[in-house]
């Protein structure tokens, strides 16, 4: 992985995202060892200011694993082998939900939503009332592969008037898009450190409502790992907060750091740094005459677009990556080659979107793309500009 000079690196993808210097230096600090106070004085200020981001009250448990560990954690301490479990599907990681909750004996029962569409939330009203016995409905909040924003607090609402808990996968959207926990009444969030926490991948951060910590603790099928009642047990038995097992201390060290980042930005104007650069990306886009792919309710963590007639999104991936340093991503699952998505969450700036629109320009004329060259830049200065 020599360096080149003349290509710099840099992530324009939905995850992982760029890490910040200060972030990025204090994963190399020496390891401390995690049943000191030293440590553990690090862990309780990373419990407490975690939660100004997830907006809850509630303990967040950090788990040593990537996202879809802390999703298999809710559908394992929230349902049991045997229960419904009702998962909104229109991309991969809807889908996910699925696959992990059939692995473990569960019986997932699909709210299936076209790709690049957002479920309604009367679909999940009807879901609900043909399936009075789910335990749970598991949502995203920001459906990477599609790049679809989900409404979420109107699913919620709906979701509270059941006996069934709430989940939602916000691992690409936490600190990108807009999320309310305690006041929406979502009963679980699940977040990862490589998205809007810029950090790098390897922890799963999950926190459960009232209701949610409830329900797990008359859910009595086999858990050990991912117990999440053993965690919060170790979180607040003593002053200082503790784990069940090792922790991942140097990203525990980094978060810390992230979370001074976020404390100083604010929750309120993070949501508006990501909501302007998603419309400037989206502007950017549109004037270059290509397609959106969720047009209707686009993230404004990640902007999917249909590549242009006759070419595959990877080839526009490949010399984004290749000749400009900048990395994009092409489709997942059946639009693997169909869709090419950038994305602009985390440590992310208006900088980042004006090259990353005059690469894209330059990449697509090569290809023999007619494009209006410089079109997409100005329409993100305009909506720089306020325009
Ligand atoms: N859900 C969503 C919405 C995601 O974007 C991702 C990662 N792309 C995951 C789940 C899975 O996370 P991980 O790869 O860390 O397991």
Same mark, same amino acid.
């Given at each position: 992985l020599g360096e080149d000079v003349t290509i710099k690196k840099r992530i324009m993808a939905p995850g992982p995202t760029e890490v910040p210097p200060t972030v990025l230096g204090a994963a190399g600090q020496p390891i401390l060892h995690h049943r000191t106070p030293q440590f553990r004085a690090i862990f309780a200020q990373v419990c407490e200011k975690i939660k100004l981001v997830f907006l809850t009250k509630q303990p967040v448990i950090t788990l040593a694993a990537g996202g879809t560990g802390g999703m298999e954690a809710v559908i394992i301490n929230l349902s049991d082998p045997g229960e419904k479990v009702l998962v909104v599907s229109g991309g991969v990681f809807g889908e996910r939900w699925a696959k992990i909750a059939e692995a473990l004996g569960r019986v997932p029962v699909k709210v299936n939503v076209e790709w690049g569409q957002a479920v309604k939330p009367a679909e999940i009203e009807a879901a609900l009332t043909a399936n009075p016995d789910a335990v749970l409905v598991c949502g995203t909040l920001s459906e990477t592969s599609t790049g679809v924003e989900h409404p979420i607090e109107a699913m919620a609402k709906i979701v509270a008037g059941s006996k069934a808990a709430f989940a939602v996968? @916000?691992?690409? &959207?936490? $600190? @990108?898009c807009r999320l309310k926990m305690d006041e929406w009444g979502v009963d679980a969030v699940v977040a990862g450190t490589q998205k809007g926490l810029m950090m790098p991948p390897g922890l799963a951060l999950v926190a459960l409502s009232e209701k949610g910590w409830a329900q797990a603790r008359t859910k009595k099928g086999p858990k050990f790992y991912w117990n999440l009642e053993t965690a919060l047990k170790s979180l607040t038995a003593e002053k200082l907060p503790d784990t069940p097992y090792t922790p991942n201390v140097s990203l525990i060290m980094q978060l810390a750091e992230s979370l001074k980042l976020i404390e100083a930005e604010g929750m309120e104007a993070i949501w508006k740094r990501h909501e302007l650069l998603s419309k400037a990306t989206r502007a950017g886009v549109n004037a270059l005459g290509l397609k959106l792919y969720a047009p209707d309710s686009p993230s404004v963590a990640v902007t999917s677009v249909w590549a242009p007639e &006759?070419?595959? $999104?990877t080839a526009i991936v490949k010399k984004m990556r290749d000749e400009w340093g900048i990395s994009i991503v092409g489709g997942q699952g059946k639009v693997k080659t169909a869709i090419f998505r950038i994305g602009h969450l985390g440590y992310a700036d208006r900088a980042d979107v004006l090259m990353t629109l005059a690469a894209l320009e330059v990449v697509l004329e090569e290809l023999k793309v007619t494009v209006p060259r410089g079109q997409g830049v100005k329409a993100a200065q305009d909506v720089f500009l306020g325009k």
């Open positions: 996968d @916000a691992i690409s &959207g936490l $600190g @990108a &006759g070419l595959e $999104g």
